[in-house]
Protein backbone atom coordinates (compact mmCIF):
# COMPACT_ATOMS: atom_id res chain seq x y z
CA UNK A 1 0.00 0.00 0.00
CA UNK A 2 1.25 3.20 -0.91
CA UNK A 3 1.72 5.88 1.99
CA UNK A 4 -0.59 8.18 3.46
CA UNK A 5 0.01 11.30 3.54
CA UNK A 6 -1.43 13.73 6.97
CA UNK A 7 -0.65 17.09 6.46
CA UNK A 8 -0.97 19.03 10.03
CA UNK A 9 -2.78 22.37 9.55
CA UNK A 10 -3.63 24.59 12.26
CA UNK A 11 -3.76 28.37 13.71
CA UNK A 12 -0.21 29.24 14.49
CA UNK A 13 1.50 27.56 17.06
CA UNK A 14 -1.73 25.42 17.81
CA UNK A 15 1.31 22.30 17.74
CA UNK A 16 1.74 21.27 14.57
CA UNK A 17 5.37 20.72 14.11
CA UNK A 18 5.24 19.07 17.75
CA UNK A 19 2.62 17.27 16.96
CA UNK A 20 4.64 15.52 14.01
CA UNK A 21 7.57 15.19 15.76
CA UNK A 22 5.98 13.21 19.10
CA UNK A 23 3.71 10.84 16.40
CA UNK A 24 6.57 10.29 14.17
CA UNK A 25 8.59 9.12 17.42
CA UNK A 26 5.75 7.16 18.57
CA UNK A 27 4.83 5.12 14.93
CA UNK A 28 8.46 4.18 14.64
CA UNK A 29 9.03 2.85 18.51
CA UNK A 30 5.30 1.40 18.70
CA UNK A 31 4.36 0.44 14.95
CA UNK A 32 7.41 -0.13 13.52
CA UNK A 33 6.15 2.23 10.54
CA UNK A 34 8.46 3.79 7.63
CA UNK A 35 7.47 7.30 8.64
CA UNK A 36 8.40 10.23 6.97
CA UNK A 37 8.84 13.77 7.99
CA UNK A 38 8.12 17.03 5.55
CA UNK A 39 8.80 20.08 6.50
CA UNK A 40 6.44 22.78 4.45
CA UNK A 41 7.44 25.70 6.64
CA UNK A 42 10.17 28.14 5.02
CA UNK A 43 9.53 30.32 8.10
CA UNK A 44 10.50 27.23 10.53
CA UNK A 45 13.12 27.70 13.03
CA UNK A 46 14.28 25.02 15.12
CA UNK A 47 12.20 21.27 14.54
CA UNK A 48 11.51 18.66 16.83
CA UNK A 49 12.21 15.86 14.34
CA UNK A 50 14.79 15.52 11.20
CA UNK A 51 12.43 15.89 8.22
CA UNK A 52 13.20 14.05 4.94
CA UNK A 53 12.01 16.84 3.17
CA UNK A 54 12.86 20.51 3.86
CA UNK A 55 11.17 23.63 1.94
CA UNK A 56 13.99 25.49 3.50
CA UNK A 57 16.23 23.98 1.33
CA UNK A 58 14.25 25.65 -1.47
CA UNK A 59 13.84 28.83 -0.07
CA UNK A 60 13.12 30.40 3.38
CA UNK A 61 11.08 33.37 4.79
CA UNK A 62 13.96 35.18 5.52
CA UNK A 63 14.92 34.87 1.70
CA UNK A 64 11.84 35.60 0.30
CA UNK A 65 12.07 39.03 2.09
CA UNK A 66 15.18 40.13 0.78
CA UNK A 67 14.30 38.72 -2.71
CA UNK A 68 11.38 40.42 -3.13
CA UNK A 69 11.45 43.34 -0.56
CA UNK A 70 8.25 42.01 1.46
CA UNK A 71 7.51 41.64 5.32
CA UNK A 72 7.04 38.50 7.36
CA UNK A 73 3.21 38.30 5.98
CA UNK A 74 3.74 39.75 2.19
CA UNK A 75 6.65 36.76 2.02
CA UNK A 76 4.21 33.85 3.47
CA UNK A 77 1.54 34.71 0.79
CA UNK A 78 4.83 34.58 -1.96
CA UNK A 79 6.08 31.32 -0.53
CA UNK A 80 2.51 29.59 -0.72
CA UNK A 81 2.90 30.74 -4.67
CA UNK A 82 6.25 29.26 -4.75
CA UNK A 83 5.15 26.02 -3.57
CA UNK A 84 2.42 26.06 -6.11
CA UNK A 85 4.73 27.24 -8.66
CA UNK A 86 7.40 24.19 -8.18
CA UNK A 87 4.91 21.70 -6.99
CA UNK A 88 6.59 19.42 -9.45
CA UNK A 89 9.97 19.97 -8.32
CA UNK A 90 9.37 19.77 -4.88
CA UNK A 91 7.06 16.37 -5.70
CA UNK A 92 9.82 14.76 -7.24
CA UNK A 93 12.25 14.68 -3.87
CA UNK A 94 11.64 11.66 -1.27
CA UNK A 95 9.38 10.56 0.32
CA UNK A 96 7.27 12.17 -2.76
CA UNK A 97 9.39 10.52 -5.41
CA UNK A 98 8.20 6.97 -4.34
CA UNK A 99 5.50 6.75 -2.19
CA UNK A 100 5.60 2.97 -1.62
CA UNK A 101 8.71 3.51 0.02
CA UNK A 102 6.47 4.34 3.11
CA UNK A 103 3.68 3.84 5.21
CA UNK A 104 3.24 7.34 6.55
CA UNK A 105 4.30 10.61 5.36
CA UNK A 106 3.12 13.49 8.35
CA UNK A 107 3.66 17.52 6.37
CA UNK A 108 4.33 19.78 9.11
CA UNK A 109 2.65 23.79 7.25
CA UNK A 110 2.82 27.21 7.99
CA UNK A 111 0.78 28.61 11.03
CA UNK A 112 0.10 31.73 8.70
CA UNK A 113 -3.53 29.37 7.69
CA UNK A 114 -4.33 32.98 5.99
CA UNK A 115 -1.17 32.90 3.94
CA UNK A 116 -1.17 28.84 3.21
CA UNK A 117 -4.23 26.94 3.16
CA UNK A 118 -6.31 29.60 2.30
CA UNK A 119 -5.10 30.84 -0.76
CA UNK A 120 -5.65 29.32 -4.14
CA UNK A 121 -2.03 28.17 -4.55
CA UNK A 122 -2.52 25.41 -1.67
CA UNK A 123 -5.15 24.04 -3.64
CA UNK A 124 -2.56 23.26 -6.20
CA UNK A 125 -0.28 21.51 -4.01
CA UNK A 126 -2.78 19.72 -2.25
CA UNK A 127 -4.48 18.26 -5.65
CA UNK A 128 -0.94 17.46 -6.68
CA UNK A 129 -0.24 15.57 -3.83
CA UNK A 130 -3.28 13.51 -4.03
CA UNK A 131 -2.76 12.42 -6.92
CA UNK A 132 0.06 10.48 -5.78
CA UNK A 133 -1.45 9.09 -2.75
CA UNK A 134 -3.83 8.85 -0.09
CA UNK A 135 -3.92 12.57 1.98
CA UNK A 136 -6.00 13.22 4.67
CA UNK A 137 -6.13 16.74 6.70
CA UNK A 138 -4.69 16.40 10.38
CA UNK A 139 -6.79 20.16 11.88
CA UNK A 140 -4.93 21.06 15.17
CA UNK A 141 -7.25 22.69 17.89
CA UNK A 142 -5.16 24.37 20.70
CA UNK A 143 -6.85 23.28 23.92
CA UNK A 144 -5.26 26.22 25.65
CA UNK A 145 -6.93 28.66 23.34
CA UNK A 146 -10.27 27.53 24.54
CA UNK A 147 -11.31 29.14 27.00
CA UNK A 148 -14.79 29.50 25.97
CA UNK A 149 -18.00 28.51 23.94
CA UNK A 150 -17.50 31.18 21.31
CA UNK A 151 -13.63 30.09 21.11
CA UNK A 152 -14.44 26.58 20.58
CA UNK A 153 -17.38 27.18 17.95
CA UNK A 154 -14.93 29.34 16.32
CA UNK A 155 -11.75 27.29 16.20
CA UNK A 156 -14.71 24.32 15.01
CA UNK A 157 -15.55 26.15 12.44
CA UNK A 158 -12.36 26.77 10.94
CA UNK A 159 -12.52 23.10 10.59
CA UNK A 160 -15.50 22.94 8.60
CA UNK A 161 -14.22 25.63 6.57
CA UNK A 162 -10.88 23.88 5.82
CA UNK A 163 -13.20 20.56 4.68
CA UNK A 164 -15.12 22.98 2.30
CA UNK A 165 -11.76 24.34 1.23
CA UNK A 166 -9.84 21.62 0.69
CA UNK A 167 -12.59 18.98 -0.16
CA UNK A 168 -9.99 16.64 1.85
CA UNK A 169 -11.02 13.98 4.51
CA UNK A 170 -10.28 16.06 7.32
CA UNK A 171 -9.89 15.00 11.29
CA UNK A 172 -10.27 17.48 14.06
CA UNK A 173 -7.31 16.93 16.82
CA UNK A 174 -7.23 18.90 20.19
CA UNK A 175 -3.41 19.28 21.54
CA UNK A 176 -2.31 20.70 24.21
CA UNK A 177 -4.68 18.79 26.60
CA UNK A 178 -2.18 19.12 29.53
CA UNK A 179 -2.52 22.90 29.75
CA UNK A 180 -6.68 22.40 28.37
CA UNK A 181 -8.09 25.68 30.22
CA UNK A 182 -11.32 24.56 30.27
CA UNK A 183 -11.78 20.99 29.66
CA UNK A 184 -15.10 20.64 30.19
CA UNK A 185 -15.89 22.77 26.50
CA UNK A 186 -13.35 20.41 25.26
CA UNK A 187 -15.35 17.29 26.27
CA UNK A 188 -18.28 18.50 24.27
CA UNK A 189 -16.12 19.34 21.05
CA UNK A 190 -15.02 15.55 21.50
CA UNK A 191 -18.11 14.48 22.46
CA UNK A 192 -20.85 15.82 21.51
CA UNK A 193 -20.83 19.52 19.90
CA UNK A 194 -24.36 19.94 20.23
CA UNK A 195 -23.72 20.87 23.86
CA UNK A 196 -21.91 23.98 22.64
CA UNK A 197 -25.17 25.56 21.67
CA UNK A 198 -26.64 24.82 25.12
CA UNK A 199 -23.53 26.29 26.45
CA UNK A 200 -23.87 30.01 25.17
CA UNK A 201 -25.00 32.47 27.75
CA UNK A 202 -26.87 35.48 27.65
CA UNK A 203 -27.81 37.51 25.05
CA UNK A 204 -26.50 38.95 21.59
CA UNK A 205 -24.93 37.73 18.46
CA UNK A 206 -23.29 34.77 20.10
CA UNK A 207 -26.38 33.32 21.11
CA UNK A 208 -28.43 33.87 18.07
CA UNK A 209 -25.79 32.32 15.32
CA UNK A 210 -24.28 29.48 17.51
CA UNK A 211 -26.77 27.20 17.63
CA UNK A 212 -26.99 27.61 14.02
CA UNK A 213 -23.02 27.19 13.20
CA UNK A 214 -23.03 24.55 15.70
CA UNK A 215 -25.64 22.60 13.83
CA UNK A 216 -23.91 23.10 10.30
CA UNK A 217 -20.36 21.54 12.06
CA UNK A 218 -21.83 18.69 13.50
CA UNK A 219 -24.23 18.25 10.31
CA UNK A 220 -21.17 17.93 8.11
CA UNK A 221 -18.43 16.45 10.03
CA UNK A 222 -18.99 13.22 9.10
CA UNK A 223 -18.23 9.85 11.49
CA UNK A 224 -15.18 10.95 12.60
CA UNK A 225 -14.75 11.81 16.61
CA UNK A 226 -12.14 14.47 17.70
CA UNK A 227 -8.89 13.51 19.94
CA UNK A 228 -7.06 15.07 22.36
CA UNK A 229 -3.65 14.23 22.53
CA UNK A 230 -0.38 15.96 23.79
CA UNK A 231 2.55 16.32 21.72
CA UNK A 232 4.18 17.37 24.87
CA UNK A 233 3.74 14.16 26.73
CA UNK A 234 2.99 11.98 23.96
CA UNK A 235 0.04 11.12 25.56
CA UNK A 236 -2.87 9.60 23.01
CA UNK A 237 -1.10 9.27 20.01
CA UNK A 238 -2.82 5.59 19.60
CA UNK A 239 -6.00 7.51 19.60
CA UNK A 240 -4.77 9.77 17.27
CA UNK A 241 -3.47 6.69 14.79
CA UNK A 242 -6.66 5.40 14.98
CA UNK A 243 -8.64 8.24 13.68
CA UNK A 244 -6.08 8.73 11.14
CA UNK A 245 -6.62 4.72 10.37
CA UNK A 246 -10.33 5.66 10.59
CA UNK A 247 -10.44 8.18 7.82
CA UNK A 248 -8.59 5.91 5.07
CA UNK A 249 -11.99 3.74 6.03
CA UNK A 250 -13.80 6.69 5.06
CA UNK A 251 -11.80 7.77 2.03
CA UNK A 252 -12.65 4.03 0.72
CA UNK A 253 -8.78 3.11 0.42
CA UNK A 254 -7.95 1.03 2.99
CA UNK A 255 -6.49 -1.89 1.51
N1 LIG B 1 2.00 22.20 27.09
C1 LIG B 1 2.07 21.86 25.82
N2 LIG B 1 2.73 22.65 24.95
C2 LIG B 1 2.80 22.25 23.66
C3 LIG B 1 2.18 21.07 23.18
N3 LIG B 1 2.39 20.99 21.84
C4 LIG B 1 3.13 22.07 21.52
N4 LIG B 1 3.38 22.84 22.60
C5 LIG B 1 4.14 24.10 22.66
O1 LIG B 1 3.45 25.07 21.89
C6 LIG B 1 4.39 25.92 21.22
C7 LIG B 1 4.12 25.89 19.73
O2 LIG B 1 4.36 24.58 19.26
P1 LIG B 1 4.75 24.29 17.76
O3 LIG B 1 4.86 22.81 17.61
O4 LIG B 1 5.89 25.10 17.32
O5 LIG B 1 3.42 24.81 17.05
P2 LIG B 1 3.16 25.07 15.50
O6 LIG B 1 1.71 24.90 15.27
O7 LIG B 1 4.08 24.23 14.70
O8 LIG B 1 3.58 26.60 15.39
P3 LIG B 1 3.75 27.46 14.02
O9 LIG B 1 4.47 26.58 13.04
O10 LIG B 1 4.57 28.64 14.45
O11 LIG B 1 2.38 27.82 13.60
C8 LIG B 1 5.78 25.39 21.61
O12 LIG B 1 6.25 26.15 22.69
C9 LIG B 1 5.52 23.96 22.03
O13 LIG B 1 6.46 23.46 22.97
C10 LIG B 1 1.49 20.26 24.13
O14 LIG B 1 0.89 19.22 23.82
N5 LIG B 1 1.44 20.72 25.41
MG1 LIG C 1 5.43 24.81 13.16
Not at 70 to 84: Q, T, V, Y
Not at 130 to 146: E, G, H, M, P, Q
Not at 154 to 160: D, N
Request: net charge neutral; charged share 20%; hydrophobic share 50%.
Amino acid sequence: MPAVFVVFVGPAGSGKSSLVASYTKWLRENLLLRVAPVNLDPGADVLKYKPLFDIRSFFTIRDIMDKYGLGPNGAFIKASELIAERVNEILSNEPFSDPSRWDLVLIDTPGQMEAFLFRPSSSIFLKALRKLSNTVIAYIIDASAVARVTDAVFLWFLYVLIQVKTGLISVPVVNKKDIAVNPQLLKYLVEDPLKLAESVSGEGLASEIIPSLVEIAVRTRGPLRAVMVSALSGENMSDLHALIHEAFCACGDLT
